[in-house]
């Protein structure tokens, strides 16, 4: 029995409701059964390879070729910093200036433990200052030596200056006694010169002053063997007169 002659003998009994839920039944069967045929011909086109025209596979071509350039490229501009940045096992990390003086830290090697070393480049090209555990000691100890050496660096074209306008004497604490206000030029026993000015003259008598006769000459041979004892000797008797130890 056909499913119309079906409906109609239904229909004719004056059943309604059984009608209605047959044809419910028929309708939902039949979307089922074509949602499951869209389903298998969606499937067979997504496996199926879109062609392209022959504008798109030209163009596909050449973005393949300039894709292929532009990561040559970048391979070279990475092999050129590395032999740049990393001489000899050195990974860059940082550079800054400080005092008129570039300064560049490189890690030796990997490993988080790695050690760092400092090049200063004081415009004649870098040149290695020393090495350290770790960047943030590096950076900070080597503004400590570079405030260092400028301010050595100033001491000794001071120096230079009051050597050539005052004549330089022997240094020995009676040479300290004739200075005058513009302090003085001692020439010590090993070629050394140091220049003292007028406070520093004074801290030197006056520390002599006080000393007992077997420290006073130790006192003098440090005066007059070099300018580095001589130097040592005032700041660490300057040390013990603030303290008032002396």
């Known amino acids: 029995m056909s499913d119309s002659k079906l409906i109609f003998d239904l229909l004719g009994e004056d059943n309604r409701d059984i009608v209605k839920s047959y044809l419910t039944s028929i309708m939902a069967e039949k979307a089922h059964s074509q949602i499951n045929q869209r389903k298998v011909q969606l499937k067979e ?5 879109q062609e392209m025209t022959p504008e798109q596979e030209e163009m ?5 070729e300039i894709d292929l350039a532009l990561a040559q490229k970048n391979l070279e501009l990475i092999d050129t910093q590395a032999d740049a940045m990393r001489p000899k096992g050195e990974l860059f990390l940082r550079t800054f200036p400080y005092k008129d003086k570039i300064v560049t830290l ?4 990997s490993g988080v433990s790695a050690p760092v070393v400092v090049y200063v480049d004081d415009g004649k090209g870098p040149q290695k200052l020393d090495t350290f555990m770790t960047p943030e000691q590096a950076e900070r100890e080597t503004k400590k030596i570079l405030k260092l050496q400028a ?8 120096e230079a200056e009051m050597q050539e306008e005052f004549e330089a004497v022997e240094a020995t604490v009676e040479s300290l006694k004739n200075s005058d206000e513009n302090g003085i030029v001692l020439v010590h026993e090993d070629a050394t010169v140091s220049f003292l000015d007028y406070v520093e ?7 002599h002053s006080r000393l007992n006769k077997k420290n006073k000459d130790n006192f003098e041979d440090k005066l007059s063997k070099s300018q580095e004892s001589a130097s040592d000797m005032l700041h660490y008797f300057q040390e013990r007169i603030k303290r008032d130890i002396l």
């Not at 490189?106 to 090697?109: F, L, P």
């Not at 003259?201 to 520390?207: P, S, W």
Request: overall charge neutral; hydrophobic content about 40%; glycine content about 6%.
């Open 60 to 64: 596909e071509a050449e973005m393949g």
């Open 201 to 207: 003259v004074n801290d030197l008598l006056e520390i």
């Open 151 to 158: 301010k050595q660096q100033k001491r000794l074209a001071k």
């Open 45 to 49: 086109e997504a496996a199926e390879p």
């Open 106 to 109: 490189k890690k030796v090697g």
